[in-house]
Structure formats: structure tokens, C-alpha cells
């Protein structure tokens, strides 16, 4: 492991290296990606991230959730909140179910296992997202993209029963005498939210100059497989291009990154989750997982 501790500053000095070398391109390539954040991103996420926090702090979450208390706990294993945050990530997407999660163990609701149990199926895409500009704008047909809608809410059901095991070491929930019972003002919560948003938009903004470094070794794959290299780093970047595909091909593949995130989502995600500790890894093969059951039932229902 020694031998490889110096490989991430290489790559990062790589990367700084390629920009000063050619920063008309990359500047080109930062603002497409602050342009996908902007029209894609920021107005599906944004007033989510605001309203639901609002309602964490107002502390009514117990009784919205109480009547899906049994089948969450029986099915996944967790707390009773995990039902909310599931229904609030495939209505607002990405990262808000992650925020929710890191906020729900911040405010000592839920225990470190409940938040990695509940990472595997509340880390989700939105339907702005996935009907409106995937199956509609894209791909052309609000049909593929209510196909593609039900196969990721399905796969992450399903992926969810993956991980109902799993166990966090140091699960307890947090002292609720360590944490400030006064809730934060409207103020404090916008400001938390925007806040996230822009970490968010700095992320893909970055992940967009990454895939025209990555451009050449991208561009010696077989052409129906640079779309999926390309969102397997950015999800909306590897959407924009599958739509120059075959029709079923592209929606397959698109079913994939969505459930998947890329790793600029991931990365998204873990910044909402880093106060749980949780291992990189371990989030990315959950995702990894998602995005293949997402994958297979498209291309069922596609047959179908």
C-alpha cells in the first residue's frame, strides 16, 4: 500500500497540470457543468433540501411515518423513520435522502446502523429528473422515462433487502442531551441548505473537467460505451450522451447511472454522510448494486 499512497496527489497534480496547459477547454467544460447544475439540478434539489429540513426540525416526523413502521422495520431492519426519507429521496433526488439520513443521525433519531442500512435504498433520483429530462427532454418519450422511474424506485426496494444485515460499528443513537433541543430558525436552515446545494454544484462542475481529462482513454472504448464510462464518473454528462444511442439500448443504460449516481453523486452523497463515518466503498458498491437491479428490470420491461 505504500507504493500507491502518492498515486492520489499524481493524479491530482495531473489533473491541475491539464487545465494550466489548456484552460480555454476547461473552462468550457467547468461551465457546462455549473449549466447541468443550474437547469438540471439545483431547482429539483434545492427547495427539498429547505422544506425537509424545516420538517426534521419541527420533530412531527413520528406520526407521518408511524403507519409504515412495521413493514420498514420487518423489511430493512430500521428505524421507522426510514420510511419518510425513502418517500422524500424519490420525490426530491439526489443527494436529499443522504442529507435526511446525516440529518436524522445528527439529531440523534436514528443509530449509525440505521443510516447504513438505510443508505442502500434512500439515496435516490427524483421523477423531474428521470421523467422530465431523461425520458422527455433526452430521450424523447415520457414512456421510456415512467419505465425508467419504476425501475428505480423497484431496485432500490430491492437493493435495500441487500444490506438489512449490515451492521455499523458504534451504532448507538447520539446523546440527546448532547444535542441543542432548540430547533434552527428559518435562516439557519436556509443557509445549512444553500450551503449543501453549492457543495453539490462544485462537485459536478469538477466531474465535468475530469471526463474531458479522461476524454482520450474514453474515446478508445467501442462509441456505445463511452456514454457509460462518462456517467459512471458524472450521471447527468453519461445521460446527455446516451441519448445519442438506440433507443433501448440508452434507456438500459441510463436506468443503470441513474440507481448508480456516478461517482460525482457518491461523492455528493458522502459529503452529506461524513459524520457517520461510513466507508466510501461500502456506499459505492451499495449503488453499484442498485444500478445493476435498476439495469436488468428496464430491459425487462422494455422486452415486456
Known sequence: MKNFKFLPTFLLLALVFSIAVSP????????????????????????????????????????????????????YGTSQEASYVFLMSIMAGYPVGSKMTADLYEAGKISKTDAFRMSAFCSNSGPMFIIGTVGTLLLNSPKVGGILFASHVLSALLNGLLYRKIKAKDSEKLPQNSIATTPASFGEVVTSSVSAALNVGAIICLFFIIIDVLSPIFNLLPSSLVPLAEGMVELTRGCIDSAALQTNLAAIICSFLISFGGFSTIMQSNAMLKKLKMPVWLFSVQKFSQGLISAGLTAIMLLL
Open 24 to 75: 480555454a477547454r476547461f473552462i468550457s467544460s467547468a461551465l457546462n457543468g455549473l449549466s447541468a447544475f443550474a437547469v438540471n439540478v439545483l431547482p429539483c434539489t434545492l427547495p427539498f433540501m429547505i422544506l425537509t429540513k424545516l420538517i426534521i426540525e419541527q420533530g412531527q416526523m413520528q406520526g407521518f411515518c408511524r403507519c409504515f413502521k412495521k413493514p420498514f422495520q420487518k423489511l
